[in-house]
């Protein structure tokens, strides 16, 4: 059985924050505001997940409101919900991902981004896609105010649900 889901996410670029997509700090003058290090890319990825497991989203299981997760590394939240999908018998098969950033420009850090991503999804980079685009001078993207990223993920059923999860919502 396959299972698909979509991801969104967007971070208003603000100075004195750090650039992090896809665990890969990027180096420019400013970085995504948030609560945890702001990579729109990981959280877009691990949205996708979740809303493959119909397990809400990142908020419901990394709440705002808990300090544990301020300046949490999204590459930590990434591999508890992959923990969560091993856990309900599913693998990750592939992901496509597009980053929109004005500046500055990703491609050169595109590979680093699929590389580290891969390692945590437990796949091969050859099924970690990682698109960058611009917003070509258009709206909060194009203006440079923001980072926005979108992601699918396809999910494989590779054993059955282990009866201690039961098929119900499990705090991660
Ligand atoms: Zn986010």
């Known amino acids: 059985m396959f299972r698909v889901g979509i991801g969104y996410d967007t971070h208003r670029l603000v100075e004195g924050r750090p650039l992090v997509l896809g665990g890969v700090p990027v ?3 400013r970085g995504s505001d948030g609560h945890s290090d702001g990579d729109a890319l990981t959280h877009a990825i691990a949205d996708a997940i979740l809303g ?17 997760w301020k300046d949490a ?10 923990w969560l999908a091993h856990e309900r018998g599913f693998e990750i098969e592939n992901i496509d ?11 050169p850090h595109v590979d680093a981004m699929r590389a580290n991503l891969a390692r945590v999804l437990n796949i ?17 993207v194009g203006r440079g105010d ?3 990223a979108q992601a699918v993920v396809l999910l494989k059923q590779t054993s059955s649900v282990r009866a201690s999860t039961g098929g ?3 705090q991660i």
Do not use: W, Y
């Not at 590394?73 to 992959?82: A, K, T």
């Not at 991902?97 to 491609?107: D, F, G, Q, S």
């Open 146 to 148: 923001a980072v926005t």
């Open 73 to 82: 590394d999204s590459m930590q939240l990434l591999s508890r919900v992959v």
């Open 124 to 140: 091969e980079a050859g099924g970690v896609s990682v698109k960058a685009k611009t917003g070509e001078g258009l709206d909060a």
């Open 52 to 68: 493959a497991l119909c397990e809400g989203d990142l908020g419901v299981h990394f709440p705002d409101s808990d300090t544990q």
């Open 27 to 29: 180096p420019f003058d």
């Open 97 to 107: 991902a597009n980053v929109m950033i004005e500046r500055p420009k990703l491609r």
């Open 168 to 170: 119900t919502t499990k």
